[in-house]
């Protein structure tokens, strides 16, 4: 314990301070750029392979929202967090076998991909007496590396995920292909929000209301194309430790 404690004071984190900062600033100018305002658009901090006392930096600076991509390291990090007023997401492949274990930590689950996935929810969610929230994934660069329905599928697929009890959908998430240019991730984006746009139409209701999409690299490419929700990670915290 005496070890941690001197490496944690040890380190300046007053980076993310600016980094936050700088983010912030970017979302606001993209969103009124978009025609929206800046409360318009959530900004979730990305915290997979990141120490809770550097989570909790960001969450000083007013972080409010959380996204890890795995259950475990999710659930070893809960003891060392500031949780107060914090809100919780999964947004990583989620396996059916673990839903039981987070289903009770997060508010939502970003990444549904399948309608068995979505089946477990139910189950899980109805054991515990809640609804889910969660948003269905597209994989709208039709990459074979990358989980989530056929752009052509997903709002029928959606449409069945809502029907089960106990499970609320509430948009839609994506993550496009590695592009090489701003140009070219606004495409993917532009494609994504008019598919959000279709299934919202059809839901007709009004917490059909999220769309995440956007990381680091290109957040503020998202959000001039409509991202409701973007996941940033590495452009906060710096790169990955693993």
Not at 108 to 122: F, P, T
Not at 192 to 199: G, I, M, N
Not at 202 to 214: I, R, V
Request: proline residues 3%; negative net charge.
């Amino acid at each position: 314990m005496t070890e941690k404690i001197s490496t944690e004071a040890e380190i300046d984190l007053s980076y993310i301070d600016e980094n936050y900062k700088y983010i912030k600033d970017r979302i606001a100018q993209a969103a009124v750029k978009s025609g929206r305002t800046p409360a318009d658009v959530r900004f979730m901090a990305v915290t997979k392979t990141v120490p809770p006392f550097i989570i909790n930096r960001a969450i000083a600076c007013g972080a409010d929202l959380i996204g890890e991509n795995k259950v475990q390291e999710l659930l070893g990090k809960l003891d060392d967090l500031r949780t107060d007023g914090l809100e919780m997401h999964l947004i990583g492949h989620l396996q059916s076998n673990k839903v039981r274990k987070i289903i009770t930590t997060v508010k939502m689950i970003q990444s549904v991909d399948s309608l068995s996935l979505a089946q477990e929810i139910s189950k899980r969610a109805a054991e515990n007496g809640l609804v889910m929230d969660v948003l269905t994934e597209v994989n709208i660069g039709c990459e074979w590396s990358k989980t989530g329905f056929e752009y052509d599928e997903l709002i029928e697929q959606s449409l069945a995920v809502d029907s089960l009890p106990g499970v609320n959908v509430r948009g839609v998430m994506a993550i496009p292909p590695v592009c090489e240019t701003e140009d070219e991730a606004r495409g993917y984006f532009e494609k994504t929000r008019r598919l959000f746009e279709d299934a919202k139409q059809l839901f007709a209701k009004p917490d059909f209301d999220t769309l995440s999409m956007g990381m680091s690299s290109d957040y503020a490419a998202a959000v001039l194309e409509g991202s409701t929700l973007v996941r940033v990670g590495s452009a906060l915290f710096g790169s990955r430790r693993y």
